[in-house]
């Protein structure tokens, strides 16, 4: 069932939207290339909202002091132990198989965000 959850304008402004869905916490985000996804808005680890956390590129390392920033992959990451799990996928970056959010299916008409689920 699809639930008509903010605007675009709403996630222009702050980037992430947390809502209230048949009583499921659910995170709304937008990408900077203005793509929306929807994630469940509870980290796996120990709970807390991950809407409460920040939005920031996925970065890899092949050593000790280099940085290499993922245009294609941004993540949100837990305010409390700083998990990351990445916004489309809503996979965890350091095991992606077997730790990830739900991801909900995001719809954008006339400026309206919807929420399948
Ligand atoms: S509670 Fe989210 S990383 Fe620990």
Redesign the pocket.
Known sequence: MRHQVCTVRELELFQKVPVQINGKAVVVVRSEDGGVYALRDV??????C?SDGMMDKGCTSNEVGEYIFEKEKEVLR??????EFDIRTGKSLFAPEKVKVKTYEVSVENDQVFVNM
Do not use: A, F, I, V
């Open positions: 980290c796996p680890h120990k709970g807390p991950l837990c305010p409390w132990h700083s998990w």
